[in-house]
């Protein structure tokens, strides 16, 4: 784990994979949330290509809009 934060109802962490690399073209830094949503607990998680990997604003940024999207699309 690299970093923890809140940001609303979400706890982002950003993560750094140290094992074996799959053949998964996928960079080994990552963003997650962690978030309650209609009494489920849901995981979202970002991560870029190894070739244009997100750095580590442009991953947060693009988590965060994409917990605002999932949210937005789940309001009862």
């Known amino acids: 784990m690299l970093e923890a934060r809140r940001s609303g109802d979400a706890f982002l962490i950003r993560l750094q994979d140290r094992g074996p690399?799959?053949?998964?073209?996928?960079?080994?830094e990552s963003w997650r949330a962690v978030l309650a949503l209609e009494?489920?607990?849901?995981?979202?998680?970002?991560?870029?290509?190894?070739?244009?990997?997100?750095?580590?604003?442009?991953?947060?940024a693009l988590l965060q809009a994409f917990v605002a999207a999932t949210l937005a699309a789940?309001?009862?």
């Open 74 to 76: 789940n309001r009862s």
């Open 39 to 60: 009494g489920r607990l849901v995981t979202l998680t970002v991560a870029g290509p190894v070739d244009a990997p997100l750095n580590r604003d442009a991953g947060l």
């Open 21 to 28: 690399q799959p053949s998964a073209p996928v960079q080994a």
